[in-house]
């Protein structure tokens, strides 16, 4: 395995590119990029090994100020400390670039001691900043490890005044957990989030803390209470919510709000027959939904001074008979589907079966789990791709589905099921409106067969079929892809698809395939896909007279050092539009990169007047900014080769920048020996 820290370098020149690797691959893996989109892609795979950003300002596609504002857009930057590699010396240039996030930068020409020192010391930097990151994170932890324990402490005392398991708290807890989660996964009713989750687990421990105020000869009962006595043992619920509410300036604390919640309505009921406010339905928060039938549960499972344990089948029995009062369905089913896995954990914990090796294990891996940074990273990562699939998925305006196999259902986006008219979860998909007025039944059941019959190496199914998407009939593509366990051998799981309107993908194609040739900052064509089709055009040009015209900006510099970066974007964007005011539709206009453009157009006669008129239009004052350009143009006169026209018009606008700026000239004999900047 390479041991070797990883290094970024971001520069459009592959000569830069070069030399920095020369100086620094016997240290360091270096990872190379053209330009900032490029660089982005690298960032977001490597995101979590990059040690060190060495980033160029002045690049095509996205520049390296673009650069580093999507790196604090992400969060990169906090990460990746970025050294800035430029031979712009401008102090507005620094200015910026260290406003934007970067630590340190290096001037071209390279000099390897100080390229190499500046490297080592910001790399070393680095790693101290994320070891102190680190230790202040598990502090942090430690201290809500600590408080976490106090509740469970101060809870456990609760329990042995109640002659309860010492374990009640730890299952109530453990069961909230597996509840919210399924709950999360089952329907978008309610946003949770990872740290909702949390903060509700842990308040679970607080559900019954209010039974300090109960006497011990009513707590501790063996018999049934008396109407009198159970109006008094009710009364839990208010004391413990009061409890919490009269601690002096936490009040607003979201732990102390979840609590309330739950040490009040815990044994509330979904029909509205639960106490102490006959709440009913979503009146009831969902915090002290999942607690009740925690409690309700682990109660069941439990020996207690009334009554003896019952199995888990049996509680999971009583519960879905309505035996305990009536709860949320949504809550019912994911009870239902998670009653093995949460008899397995609670196994685990109860005392007669687990050991203290056991035990410290089940501890080590929830802190493991539960604290780490790392593992915090993981669930943020995790939820910001969850969020991105749905936002995509509504975006796309594409029917998304994922079937389940067992239990079989089908699970819709929100667009997709406002679309179709049906709720998002679709329990026994080939008996509803999906499985039979969408689709005719045996065409569903067809998609159903191949998936099954796939496998884990050729997962991959397609095929047309006629819909009915609100009573309109129309034919469809269905791509889907089967979903297998990792499992030896593999088992079928279900799949994960979409339904495309055949008549819009032809549409959606060329739309993802123009957007994907446009520069990023001005909307013009990207200087390959302008390539691309003016060499389609000379290719099947026969007596057409074509154009082209490239120019770059005098005094672009002065736009940037003087009025700055995001004035300067302004004028790249007012240039892409004076050029499109001022062609036609037929002729191809493009950014090749920084203040570079390139128009090419066909013409009969002369095109001179045309190039005037483009010419006068672009150098005109900006806001108090006067724009000048240095103009070459190419006419064909039987040139046919993209790259050879390309090289006629840099050379005249080069001889324009040489002999005054600001003016226009056409390439003639005269000019073949000149050498550009290009070489």
Known sequence: ???????????????????????????????????????????????????????????????????????????????????????????????????????????????????????????ILGEKQKELSSRLTNQIFEKEKDNRLMIEILSHIVEFRNGESGLHVLHVHTITELLL???????????LTQKDISLICNASALHDVGKISIPSEILNKPGRFTPEEFEIMKGHTVEG???????????????????????????????????????????????????????????????????????????????????CGVFNPLLLECLKDNAEQLKTELYVLSVGNATDKEIQKTVAHALKTDGTDASNRTIRLLEHERMKSKILSDLSR???????????????????????????????????????????RKDFEEILNKLKNSTPDKSDISGKYMLDIKGEKTWCKIIAKAMWSDTEPPEYEGAIGKIIDINDETEEMKLLEEKANLDFRTGLLNHEAAKSKITSLLASAKNKQYALVFFDLDNFKQANDVYGHLFGDEVLEHIAATIKKNIRRTDVAARIGGDEFIIFMGYRGTVEPQIKRIFESLTVDFKGFPIKVSMGVACMDGVQDYDTLFEMADKAAYSVKRSGKNSYRFYDDSLKDVVTDRG
């Open 1 to 123: 395995m390479n041991s070797k820290k990883k290094i970024l370098i971001v520069d459009d020149s592959e000569m830069n590119r070069a030399l920095l690797e020369d100086m620094l691959s016997d240290d360091y893996e270096i990872l190379e990029a053209e330009n900032g989109m490029e660089a982005t892609t690298i960032m977001h795979s490597h995101e979590l090994d990059i040690c060190l950003v060495l980033l160029d300002i002045v690049m095509p596609v996205m520049d390296g100020f673009d650069t580093l504002a999507m790196m604090n857009k992400n969060g990169w930057i906090k990460n990746m400390p970025v050294i800035m590699i430029s031979a712009e010396t401008a102090s507005t240039y620094m200015d910026r670039a260290y406003s934007l996030g970067a630590v340190d930068y290096i001037s071209r020409p390279f000099d390897e001691r100080t390229v190499r020192h500046r490297v080592d010391s910001n790399v």
């Open 181 to 191: 989660k399924a709950l999360k996964n089952k329907t978008d009713k309610y946003p």
């Open 241 to 323: 919510a009061k409890m919490l509410k009269d601690i002096p300036f936490r009040e607003n604390e979201p732990l102390i709000k979840i609590g309330y919640q739950i040490c009040r309505w815990h044994h509330e009921r979904y029909d509205g027959r639960g106490y102490p406010d006959g709440l009913k339905g979503e009146e009831i928060p969902i915090a002290a939904q999942v607690v009740a039938l925690a409690d309700v549960y682990d109660a069941l499972t439990s020996k207690r001074v009334y009554k003896p344990a019952y199995t888990p089948e049996k509680a999971v029995e009583m519960i879905l008979n309505g035996e």
């Open 398 to 440: 594409e029917i998304m589905f994922e079937y389940t196999a067992s239990p079989e259902m089908v699970t819709l986006s929100d667009w997709s099921a406002d679309l179709l008219g049906l709720p998002v979860t679709i329990v026994n998909p080939k008996e509803s409106e999906f499985g039979k007025r969408v689709f005719k």
